[in-house]
């Protein structure tokens, strides 16, 4: 079961760092933006105030932290919310890439369920 929750963990690290390289490198054509959709707005938004910047930047950081295996707890806990926002984008926004946007959201709850403990410490009562 182990590695199960490694080939996650490293899986989910790979396409944060690829898809955090590519916002400045372009190796990976991204396909243009349904037209009359919220998805240009809101990207163009996050693009112009700079905030895409930050969240690529944390992708990098995140990914390289999961796939060293070092602070795999900060990583999960620094990437968890751009998972939710990226499924949540392709879910209202885009309405389309459901694919791309489950296999992120099931690589994360694996490999969140391959650390127990911090499983265990974000739902313990106190």
Request: proline fraction near 5%.
């Amino acid at each position: 079961m182990n590695i199960i929750f490694l080939a996650a963990r490293i899986l989910l690290g790979l396409l944060f760092l690829a898809f955090g390289l590519n916002f400045w490198f372009k190796f990976i054509p991204l396909p243009p933006l349904p037209e009359g959709s919220a998805a240009g707005p809101f990207i163009g938004a996050l693009f112009a105030s700079g905030f895409l910047t930050l969240v690529k930047v944390l992708e990098i950081i995140g990914g390289l932290l999961l796939i060293s295996g070092r602070y795999v707890n900060a990583a999960l806990a620094m990437l968890g919310p751009i998972v939710v926002n990226i499924a949540m984008y392709h879910i209202f926004l885009v309405k389309g890439g459901y694919v791309m946007s489950a296999v992120l959201v099931v690589l994360a709850v694996v490999a969140l369920a391959g650390q127990r403990s911090f499983t265990q410490a974000l739902v313990a009562q106190k």
